[in-house]
């Protein structure tokens, strides 16, 4: 039975309320008429408005109808139509709206994945009035995020970004948050009053990214090809009117990160990958979110946008090919947006399995992969091709950063996911990465990054993951998967040289579940050790990190290649940048990317984590780079079983050399 | 009147040794605090709508422990949803039996 009531009349377009949090617009799913009921009485006694739902299909058109009539959505994870996660993936691609899982079920697996998945926090049943009347924390939290993307756009630092609090998980990203947090609290608390009224009158209003308009926005794209896409011609041919440069911008990150989310992990690989699919599910679904994309996110990212993108699918292109391995297991878990159908490609076999997951992910997308799945197939096939060589050492750079700043625009929300998903995907996405620093090496890792991290930006990566790798692969599988057709994975290198301007420009949003931006962040600063090997892993893990060390880190995303190796990835944000100079060296040395391979396979590890920490920042700033290896051993695990992964996928990157994309080297 | 305030001695004696015996916890007084004059049968309510879905929930288990094999996957699923709602509402006892249930389906213990 599907019920629909609301409580109160809406409060159309209003940011926040004079009361807040008083009046905040909720929305309840849950199959559970008692819980149902219970969370309803709950909320209205904290005086938030509240519509309830026990279907998730109802659910997703009530907030497709209703644009910008929710501030919150509260969601089961056990449903019986639909899974709470895909849910919560889709809220996040479509509406970038904060989603709080709830569940009886207090397992750190399925908590883990809410948080890869992009959940701004998990609630345990039963749920307390007290932990109710704490939500709204979150919705004035993605809010400050946003306003502070948009009008940062490009500009490294983003110090304001609030760190999220999880109430019940708090994984890695407090050990990240930590660090960072000082300097940004203090910036928050004195923007916090600001932005809050400001929010709402500075926040644009969200673009609704519809089916027409994103088949447009894949067409224009397709037309220029994914390195060219440059928001702003984008934008041009797209001709919309009252569609603006940074709303393109983001949505493309978005959907770079989902392409190389699509050709990014396999799923099919062992035990590791489970974890670590998991994170990159998390990271995948948000990009399959992305097709909402909500412009703000991407505008907030899209700054980083075109370039970055260009770079993170570089990146992620490159990568893939060298990360077959990686790449594939993380394809599977973009499916929903194919966007990392690069990675896929080496993989292949692996990414079969991958993309069959990929596949059913993108399915989950509504209208929009269906249609972009033919547009990025042919875009992913053409950039994969060109990317082929996976000794784009450039292009991989150029995925890093890009993917960095990807991650880091990504809302927080997906920080969580990004420290998990980070390691796991492709850290192409970071398209983000400022090309300039990486160029091929970071746009693999943003690419892979990306994956992940961002949802929205998924989009970004991708079209540097078509470029950087001929993954064609992914496309072949995912039918549904709409993305799957870029192939970025696979080649990142591609993207190098373009993806570096928009890696620095754009603030990557960090990947909405720890995406692997930050990973590029992360192995940015592993570049600094010269571990050219790692490289690629930092390059495919990116996707976590490269959310935090976007800002300028394109240079870092580089570096994080070589860093992989480096489990030192302890590196604040600010070494990112050095190390992104550094990387770059190194990478342009490793032009051939004779990265040792076997080392990748085994730093990745370490950068793993860094990315992962790196995401959990979600702000390519600086900040995040001190962030950038805190503590997410976690992802550096996962990294390392996807690498271990992908290395025996794929042929042997040591040419990639991707950012960190150690597809090559990881042993499968 | 008298007849009132003796109901509603018992019903509070009733109540209280609910407690007592572990039927309810801490939750229920949080449902009880959501009461309040705007919704004077929040709770009522609230139980009977339990008791609904719990009474279906637990034919659809019965129904699946009359098959054989027991498919331990569905009953596992269905307990979870029994325990959710349960605590829910505080039915601290029904949730620990559940969690029992559940140990018992991870085991594949038919008998228990």
Redesign the interface.
């Given at each position: 039975m599907s019920t629909l009531t609301s409580s109160c009349s809406w409060k159309a377009g209003d940011g926040v309320s004079d009361q807040f949090p008083a009046g905040l617009r909720v929305l309840v799913v849950d199959d559970?008429?008692?819980?149902l009921?219970?969370l309803e009485?709950?909320l209205k006694?904290c005086q938030y408005q509240v519509t309830t739902c026990s279907r998730s299909d109802v659910a997703l058109s009530t907030l497709r109808d209703n644009k910008n009539g929710f501030d919150i959505v509260l969601s089961d994870v056990?449903m019986p139509d639909m899974d709470g996660f895909k849910l919560l993936e889709h809220i996040g691609l479509e509406m970038d709206l904060p989603v709080i899982m709830m569940?009886?079920?207090d397992g750190k697996q399925v908590v883990m994945k809410g948080v890869t998945h992009g959940a701004c926090d998990y609630l345990i049943?039963?749920?307390?009035?007290e932990a109710l009347k704490n939500i709204w924390q979150h919705v004035v939290r993605k809010r400050k995020n946003e306003w502070k993307e948009l009008e940062q756009c490009g500009s490294v630092e983003d110090g304001d970004r609030p760190q999220k609090h999880l109430e019940d998980v708090d994984y890695s990203s407090t050990a990240n948050e930590g660090s960072w947090k000082s300097g940004k609290r203090r910036k928050e608390e004195e923007d916090d009053a600001e932005e809050r009224d400001d929010s709402s009158t500075l926040k644009k209003p969200r673009v609704v990214w519809s089916v027409e308009l994103h088949q447009q926005f894949v067409s224009a794209v397709n037309q220029l090809g994914i390195d060219k896409a440059v928001p702003k011609k984008i934008l041009e041919l797209m001709n919309v009117p009252g569609l603006t440069r940074e709303n393109v911008a983001s949505h493309l990150q978005k959907y770079r990160l989902y392409l190389r989310r699509l050709s990014g992990v396999p799923q099919h690989q062992a035990g590791v990958n489970s974890s670590f699919i998991g994170t990159q599910d998390a990271g995948f679904g948000a990009i399959s979110s992305l097709n909402g994309y909500e412009i703000q996110a991407l505008a907030a990212t899209g700054q980083l946008a075109p370039q970055s993108l260009a770079t993170l699918q570089a990146a992620g292109l490159g990568r893939s090919a060298g990360k077959s391995g990686i790449s594939i297991p993380m394809l599977d878990q973009r499916n929903l947006f194919s966007f990392d159908n690069p990675k896929l490609r080496f993989g292949e076999g692996q990414s079969q399995q991958n993309l069959g997951t990929n596949s059913k992910q993108a399915n989950l997308l509504h209208g929009i992969p269906t249609t972009m799945e033919p547009k990025q197939l042919v875009n992913l096939q053409q950039s994969a091709q060109s990317f082929g060589s996976m000794s784009m050492p450039v292009h991989t750079h150029g995925a890093q950063s890009s993917s960095l700043l990807m991650p880091m625009g990504q809302p927080q929300a997906r920080r969580h996911v990004i420290s998990e998903s980070g390691s796991s995907r492709p850290p192409v996405l970071q398209a983000n990465m400022g090309q300039s620093i990486m160029s091929t090496g970071l746009v693999g890792q943003a690419l892979g990054r990306s994956g992940t991290a961002e949802n929205g930006r998924g989009l970004g990566h991708n079209a540097i993951l078509q470029t950087s790798s001929a993954m064609n692969f992914p496309m072949n599988q995912v039918s549904d998967a709409p993305v799957s057709s870029f192939p970025i994975q696979s080649t990142f290198p591609t993207s190098k040289g373009g993806y570096p301007e928009d890696v620095n420009s754009s603030i990557i949003k960090g990947p909405g579940g720890g995406m692997p931006s930050y990973d590029i962040l992360h192995d940015l600063q592993q570049i600094r050790s010269n571990d050219w090997e790692f490289q690629n892993v930092g390059v495919t893990f990116d996707t976590s990190q490269p959310g935090n060390s976007v800002q300028g880190n394109i240079d870092t995303s580089g570096l994080l290649l070589v860093h992989q190796g480096l489990s030192s990835g302890q590196s604040s944000n600010g070494h990112n940048r050095n190390i992104s100079a550094a990387g770059k060296s190194l990478l342009s040395a490793d032009g051939n990317r004779q990265v040792t391979t076997p080392n990748v396979g085994q730093p990745p590890t370490s950068l793993v984590d860094n990315p992962v920490q790196i995401k959990t920042e979600g702000f390519p700033d600086m900040s995040y780079q001190a962030v950038l290896y805190p503590e997410h051993y976690s992802q550096e695990d996962i990294m390392n079983a996807f690498l271990k992964q992908q290395q025996g996928i794929g042929p042997p990157d040591s040419e990639f050399e991707f950012d960190g994309f150690s597809v090559n080297n990881i042993p499968v | 009147m008298e007849r009132n305030s003796q109901l509603h001695r018992q019903v509070a004696l009733m109540r209280q040794s609910l407690f007592d015996q572990g039927y309810l916890d801490e939750q229920f007084v949080q449902l009880e605090e959501l009461q309040d004059d705007a919704n004077p049968n929040f709770v009522e309510e609230v139980v009977t709508l339990y008791y609904r879905d719990s009474a279906r929930l637990i034919a659809s288990i019965e129904q699946a422990l009359d098959k054989s094999p027991l498919d331990f996957n569905k009953l596992d699923s269905y307990m979870h949803q029994f325990k959710g709602s349960s605590s829910s509402i505080g039915g601290r006892k029904v949730k620990a039996e559940c969690a029992q249930f559940r140990e018992y389906c991870r085991a594949g213990n038919g008998e228990g």
């Open positions: 559970d008429p008692t819980c009921r219970i009485k709950m006694t056990h569940s009886a079920d049943k039963p749920i307390r009035i | -």
